[in-house]
């Protein structure tokens, strides 16, 4: 099992993003009123993000967080929302696909379970990772949020292992290996900052010798 953002995916500086759509809408704001309105945004979705567990709780969860987007940057709402989703791009770190393709060579089953809403296939596969995995669990789906046992849980389900068969990858001390310990699965930290503690990996590229 493996974590997305941070292990799979990063998120591409929105900030900037954000100003150039709203610019293409007649639109201006400061870079600093950006990262300031998206910095809120992204706090609101982070709690709530349980919520978007299906499409249409999807769409209104996107619609409360452009209510917060407009609200700190003094703007409707409905003119945010868009530029705000266009705002918000994933890129697969470069060690991604190629350490997936080598486990999916060696028929090691890989599912994807992340603290994420119901997006996270779509996500995924725009980040051209969609053709490397078994399953997807999304902490939305699940019902409960990493350190939770349940995303795990269900982890295990799709790969069709036990727990004493399976470790799971991310980058949070907290999250991934506190949550796998609670599902009885063995954790591995990733730390692409460097300073890796033993037991660690700084890269995917190390996980072929893992499993």
């Not at 995916?9 to 990262?35: I, K, M, N, Q, W």
């Not at 709402?77 to 868009?82: C, E, H």
């Amino acid at each position: 099992m493996i974590d997305a953002l941070g292990t799979l995916v990063a998120l591409e500086p929105p900030a900037p993003r954000l100003r150039e759509a709203l610019a293409a809408e007649g639109l201006e704001v400061t870079l600093a009123d950006a990262r300031r309105a998206l910095a809120a945004e992204i706090s609101f979705y982070l709690e709530h993000h349980l919520e978007g567990h299906d499409a249409a709780a999807l769409e209104d969860l996107r619609d409360r967080c452009a209510a917060v987007l407009g609200t700190e940057l003094g703007l409707d709402p409905s003119r945010v929302r868009a530029p705000m989703l266009r705002a918000l791009r994933f890129r697969a770190f470069e060690d991604a696909e190629p350490a997936l393709a080598e486990l999916r060579s060696r028929r090691v089953a890989v599912v994807v379970v992340s603290n994420w809403d119901c997006s996270l296939p779509e996500v995924l596969a725009a980040a051209g990772l969609a053709t490397l995995f078994d399953g997807v669990v999304s902490s939305a789906r699940a019902g409960a949020a990493k350190p939770s046992a349940a995303p795990f849980q269900r982890g295990l389900e799709l790969a069709g292992v036990t727990a004493d068969q399976a470790l799971h990858v991310g980058d949070s001390p907290e999250n991934d290996l506190a949550g796998a310990r609670a599902a009885g699965v063995r954790g591995v930290l990733l730390t692409r900052q460097g300073g890796t503690p033993p037991g660690a990996i700084c890269s995917l590229a190390e996980l072929a010798h893992l499993t």
